[in-house]
């Protein structure tokens, strides 16, 4: 009888661990890889982070470090379900669980950002969801690491075990590489190519408004005090008004498009003429202007003179400096007109310096990194063909990924099956 209940329990121990791995393991898969597709959108949030925090000195590292923690979370996730290296994976995992859940209860309690980050563009979530989620994960993650050393032997050598981790490490890395030269395979953001611009700055009709409370301070006798508008004392003439406060009680409806504004060198916003023109928009987009790839930009400038040539209207958006913007004119005599947005938008609309946007009344038909930009040659007065030819190889690259991962799957399972 005794021999039954042990049994059991062995049973419902691997069971446990079983479960804990899969769970863990798909997790840390999808954020490891929502991060590798978008590098340098994990890199803004963690510069976000760094200033909140006030490490300026540290954001050289955000880009190197994206990447890495990308690829360890991938090589996690893999791990786990292929059983490779549990030991050692076990206690990278429980590390990365407790510097996380720390790290998302200090950000829930003090909110210097919206967005935690960990899913990238494609999952958002609070910091109280995300602490939440650590929470709720944070079990798995103990039995696993509890159970580490109760773990079937590997049927294969030590080698193969260390150099399977090596290739779930290096293929988060190369998904990395391919979305910093050209674009993530995968865009969740807002300005995603198909996107109407207009469409998602709008607010839909009955949408809930941002909702605020009054809080109104007045002082007597030195004491102050705050009052509601309901109850402050209008009749009592001893207490005198300090301050009116405005208070945000819940949060309205914000379209997925909310800080999209063009200002031209005079000073005058433009956003409404270039949304809704109705001929092709050559948007050039270069956060820094002194950053940007020289070679890049003279790209640009080609692409720019060709455009002009067909009709089009060619803006380049910067969030760089006037005195920076009047360098980069003295150093280059650009072809197309300069206008300024904000930093963030820019970033987001494409992760590169220089890209390129093409619009057609505020819709977005396509956008390259300048290294994919279409020859000079290319653009003609209908661009609809350049389009679905550079939509022909996103889709190959995004097939070559998809094959990759895979086969990563396919390995990891077949390893767990020899080894059972």
Known sequence: ?????????????????????????VVFIFSGFVKAIDPM???????????????????????????????????????????????VTAWLLLILMLFFTLLTFILALTNPVSDCGCFGDALKLTNWQTFWKNIILFAPALIIFLRRKKTDPAASSQTLEWSLCVVNFLIAVLISVYGLRHQPVLDFRPYST??????????????????????????KNGVRQEFTESNFPWQDTTWKWVETQQILVSKGYEPAIHDFSITDENGFDITGQVLNDTNHILLIISP?????????????????LRAIQLGFNVYCLTSSTSSQIMAFKEAFHPSFDICTADETTLKTIIRANPGILLLKQGTILGKWNYRDAPRPDLFQ??????????????????AVITLVLATALFYAVLFYIRQR
């Open 288 to 304: 820094f202007l002194h950053k940007a790839s020289k070679r890049g930009m003279q790209r640009m400038n080609n692409l720019s």
């Open 41 to 87: 959108g994990s890199a803004i949030k963690f510069e976000e982070y760094l200033l909140a925090f006030h490490l300026d000195f540290l954001i050289f590292g955000a880009l190197p470090f994206a990447v890495f923690l990308s690829a360890l979370e991938f090589m996690i996730g893999l791990n786990l379900l292929a059983g490779v290296r549990i030991k």
């Open 194 to 219: 198909g996107s109407s611009i207009q469409e998602k700055m709008s607010v839909p009709p009955g949408a809930p408004t941002d909702k605020y409370e009054t809080i109104l301070v007045y002082e």
């Open 381 to 398: 007065s209908n661009m609809l063909p350049v389009i679905m030819n550079r939509h022909r190889k996103i889709t190959g690259a995004f």
């Open 1 to 25: 009888m005794q021999s039954n209940s042990h049994h059991d329990n062995l049973i419902a121990m691997k069971t446990a661990m079983l479960v804990s791995r899969i769970l863990a393991g």
